[in-house]
């Protein structure tokens, strides 16, 4: 279970990506119905502040690094890359590794993890700008390039800035479930799944409108999503005409009618999947795709990996 999340912080550390670990792990949302973790920013120095890729900003770490040796979750945010990182830092990851605790890193935080040896061998990532140096650096490191983040079991890295939210969230639903996936991404206001072919599990969060016009269709699409809808039926739901139904279902939602009821049958796929027994054809027709191969393909498009892999790593035994 994942209950104690220490944050190795070093000199140069970037904040934004810092920032990322800390909203998804060191906020107390246990009013949403999520577990509330212990949370430690871990330093060599504790007290003394480091600091930041952002001139005139610093972060002082509370803990030390004896903080890192019981965590659940070790997480090593972005900082200004380096030929060599703290050895005592680099040992401390080790050790944890060793124990079995999860390392994750966002973006240039892949550098400080390749430098203890724990990627060798490993599927593994970063920001696409230094995949090349990264690959020189460790040669034996199997890297992926295209992708926003990898899961290769107790080592999760990220690409860059925002991918560090994806992958933090992967985690959470992978050890917690898609409840507190879902609980923690709302309250960030985290958008859709972006389109690209991206292989990630995060959840699927409903848009947040940035005005109330378009809301009880919205719900109401929601209920009747195995029902079959047009641009068409839809405006005339919302009682205003095709062009500007399609306008401002665009301004308010960031994305097509098509795409987002594509990505709201995903996600009520995915929890068919995770939480039933039913059968592909049976979600196919729950989730309004009809058909299996219709589901497979959009599910496969969406997520990155097939309906029954899905199920297979994610339902709930």
């Known amino acids: 279970m994942l209950k104690t999340v220490a944050v ?6 970037a904040p934004f990506e810092f920032g990322v670990v800390c909203e998804v ?3 107390d949302r246990t009013e949403d119905g999520v577990p509330k973790f212990e949370f430690r920013v871990c330093g060599e120095n504790p007290g003394k502040p480091l600091a930041t ?3 005139g900003v ?3 770490p ?18 200004n890359i380096r030929d060599e990182y703290p050895q005592a830092v680099l040992d401390v990851v080790r050790e944890a590794a060793d124990r079995g605790a999860t390392i ?10 390749g430098a203890t040896g724990l990627l060798d061998g490993r599927h593994c990532t970063t920001h696409w700008r230094s995949i090349d140096e990264f690959q020189a650096r460790f040669p034996n490191a199997k890297v992926d390039p295209d992708v926003l983040f990898v899961d290769d079991g107790d080592l999760i890295t990220s690409a860059g800035t925002a991918a560090g939210i994806d992958a933090c969230l992967h985690l959470v639903r992978r ?7 879902t609980a923690i991404a709302r309250r960030m206001v985290v958008p859709p799944q972006r389109d690209g072919g991206q292989r990630q599990f995060v959840e699927l969060p409903i848009p947040e409108c940035t005005g109330d016009s378009l809301q009880p269709v919205l719900a109401w699409l929601l209920e009747n999503l195995a029902d079959e809808h047009t641009v068409a039926t839809l405006a005339r739901q919302a009682r205003m005409s095709e062009r500007t139904f399609a306008r401002r279902f665009v301004a308010e939602t960031g994305t097509t009618p098509h795409k987002w009821i594509s990505a709201q049958r995903v996600l009520r796929a995915r929890a068919l999947l995770e939480e039933t027994q039913l059968g592909i054809e049976e979600i196919a027709r729950e989730s309004g795709f009809r058909t299996a191969a219709l589901l497979r393909h959009h599910f496969h498009r969406m997520v990155g990996v097939s309906p029954h892999d899905y199920r297979r790593t994610f339902a709930h035994t």
């Open 58 to 60: 610093q972060l002082t």
């Open 25 to 27: 792990f060191g906020i």
């Open 175 to 181: 050890e917690l479930g898609s409840a507190v996936a």
């Open 53 to 55: 890729t952002v001139p």
């Open 62 to 79: 509370a803990h030390g690094l004896d903080g890192v040796r019981d965590a659940d979750l070790v997480a090593v945010p972005a900082v």
């Open 8 to 13: 190795v912080v070093i000199d140069e550390l």
């Open 104 to 113: 994750l890193t966002v973006c240039s935080g892949a550098f400080l993890l």
